[in-house]
């Protein structure tokens, strides 16, 4: 008998703790349905948080933007989250942001689950990213063609020797070249591939795969025989990059937010945020100031272009 | 009289060579530890101050402090802590004091192990499909510290059960003599003298919680807030997350940045890993056996 009782008390207290947990649960979920289309919430205090997440190649710039954005609307706060491009395309399909950050297009089969889900997916454009192609700093080499990086990044490319390139890179005893790439849920990755290897193009196999830009910087930087691209925000002292040309005829071009607002670089691109549906309300005016010049002024402080010739930056 | 033979001094040459390898072997596991405390501690030492500690990251997460992390490990723990532990000292006690020897028991602790060798990523998408999709919780610290707790469960269920077993079956035997129920031996007699393992168990919980990443990382800790959390519905920033991000994602952290960060970190762990030394120590003390 006094087995029975005992056990009732277990299942009581259990029981209790479950109750605790989904009552929790359906405050959250009131709260909600209070919140406009259940994105922007606001919690007690009636401070509203976006969420932000996406790009690792953004995310700097959008830990930047969530800073100084204190200041302009104390009520409105920006959380910020990486995880690459795919992170956040996927993140706005499940509804669990109000802001995408992708360094690359969402592709059409994105589109598409997107709509199925009834989401419509708004892209604004926050700026562009020259991709910079890295070399250790003891590489000879200062300039590079497009199609030299095809035949050493791209599936069937010939090139596999540092000296097939004409060049002996000091420290590099193995004449191998070294290619670093990105994980595939990077939008630069995405970027890299379909510019660069063309569309039909594929990745050759055996290139290491970073989980981040810096990542790919520091290894380029520690590693002779290496190759390596990532978004010129994350250059540093310890790299070297080349000019890039476009055919063997074309002007090399050199890096820089000046040749990405002009787009003589060859491998620039747009990056994007997306929300789901036209943004109104502290989404839109977050959105804005983004897009205005003190917005502006602060994705070019972090080494990307903006989107229109700036303004004075102080 | 005793006289040393050739063999005897072999035996004795051998286990001198025995006890010499296993010494080696012993400060070989003592190295790396050794090794890690004391490049944090030249590298980092030189970055904590009260305003290191205590004020909000600046200039891009480059400069200033670690407040909002700091703040945040502790709130990830504590709910962390307040779901795992009423729920796994209550599965142990049911399976120590109650749970006949059978069929579903044996199941039982079958799970209990083998929930204890999962690795952390997997309990993070567990996590991000139960709490964060599922139940709604939406990426929050209730999310993440669920996600821990689950993940912790099993440390705390089998310490917990371990001490109960610890204390001697005759305790229990004379008090059901004396008429009482099982709970009220339980209440009485069987967790007051069990109370010191138990908590080393809760707090070596607490040190593996304020580590982990991986499981935070999609289900409640961001790369950046603007904010300190108010509820455990909001997001929140972590020591373990904010290591990573600074040193795999934030270009031009000055070097001793992260240095001071994992410092801090194993700071948080040993201290509690030490008063849970002192305090089982102390309890023990009190033993009446």
Redesign the interface.
């Known amino acids: 008998m006094t087995m029975k009782r005992s056990s009732h008390l277990f299942h009581l207290h259990l029981g209790l703790v479950f109750a605790i947990l989904l009552g929790s649960g359906c405050a959250r979920s009131d709260r909600d349905a209070g919140g406009k289309d259940g994105a922007a919430v606001a919690s007690k205090s009636s401070r509203v948080v976006l969420q932000n997440k996406g790009s690792d190649t953004l995310v700097n710039v959008a830990q930047a933007w969530a800073d100084a954005y204190r200041d302009v609307k104390p009520g409105v706060a920006v959380a910020v989250t990486g995880g690459g491009s795919g992170t956040g395309i996927s993140a706005l399909l499940n509804g669990t942001v109000d802001i995408a950050n992708s360094s690359r297009a969402m592709k059409e089969r994105e589109m598409e689950m997107a709509r199925s889900k009834g989401i419509e997916p708004i892209e604004h454009v926050a700026g562009f990213d020259a991709l910079a192609v890295y070399l250790h700093p003891g590489n000879p080499l200062a300039e590079m063609s497009i199609e030299q990086l095809k035949a050493i990044y791209g599936e069937g490319g010939s090139l596999e020797r540092w000296s097939q390139l004409g060049v002996e890179v000091p420290g590099c005893s193995s004449d191998e070249i070294v290619r670093i790439s990105r994980q595939n849920n990077s939008g630069t990755y995405a970027y890299f591939k379909k510019t660069v290897l063309g569309k039909q193009g594929e990745y050759k196999l055996g290139s290491r795969d970073m989980h981040g830009s810096k990542d790919v910087v520091e290894l380029v930087a520690a590693t002779p025989c290496a190759i390596g691209y990532s978004g010129l925000a994350y250059a540093n002292d310890h790299i070297k990059m080349p000019c890039i040309k476009n055919g063997t005829e074309a002007a090399c071009v050199a890096p820089s937010v000046e040749t990405a607002i002009d787009r003589s670089y060859p491998i620039a691109r747009p990056l994007f945020l997306y929300t789901s549906g036209q943004p109104t309300g502290a989404l839109k005016e977050y959105l804005d100031w983004i897009l205005s010049d003190v917005g502006q002024c602060l994705i070019l402080k972090k080494g990307y272009a903006p989107v229109k010739p700036a303004a004075d930056c102080a | 009289m005793f006289e040393a033979t050739e063999r005897t001094l072999r035996d004795a040459q051998r286990e001198r060579w025995v006890k010499a390898g296993l010494l080696v072997m012993t400060i070989l596991l003592i190295l790396p530890v050794a090794i890690i405390l004391t490049v944090l501690v030249m590298r980092g030492a030189p970055m904590l101050s009260i305003e290191f500690l205590f004020e909000e990251p600046?200039n891009?997460?480059t400069a200033g402090g670690i407040f909002p992390a700091l703040i945040g490990t502790i709130w990830l723990v504590i709910v962390a802590l307040l779901?795992s532990v009423?729920?796994g000292v209550?599965a142990a006690?049911?399976l120590s004091e109650?749970a006949p020897d059978n069929k579903l028991t044996r199941l039982i602790n079958l799970a209990i192990i083998n929930l204890a060798g999962v690795p952390s990523i997997v309990h993070a998408l567990f996590g991000v499909g139960a709490f964060?999709?599922f139940?709604?919780?939406?990426?929050s610290i209730?999310a993440a510290s669920?996600t821990l707790a689950v993940m912790t469960l099993p440390v705390v269920i089998v310490s917990t059960r371990e001490s109960l077993q610890a204390v001697p079956q005759a305790f229990r035997a004379a008090c059901w003599n004396m008429g009482a129920?099982?709970?009220q031996t339980i209440r009485r007699v069987v967790l007051p003298n069990a109370v010191s393992g138990i908590l080393t168990g809760v707090i070596l919980e607490v040190s593996r919680t304020a580590g982990e990443t991986a499981p935070i990382m999609?289900t409640g800790a961001?790369?950046?807030?603007?904010?300190l959390p108010?509820?455990?519905?909001?997001?929140t920033m972590a020591l373990s997350l904010h290591l990573f991000?600074i040193s795999?994602?934030?270009?031009?952290v000055p070097e001793g940045l992260p240095y001071g960060v994992a410092l801090v970190l194993v700071g948080m762990v040993l201290t509690m890993n030490a008063i849970s030394v002192a305090l089982r120590t102390k309890l023990r003390g009190r033993r009446k056996w």
């Open positions: 600046t891009g997460m779901a009423p729920v209550a006690i049911y109650y964060v999709i139940a709604g919780f939406g990426t209730l669920l129920t099982r709970w999609f961001a790369f950046f807030l603007p904010f108010e509820s455990v519905f909001d997001q991000v795999t994602q934030v270009p031009n």
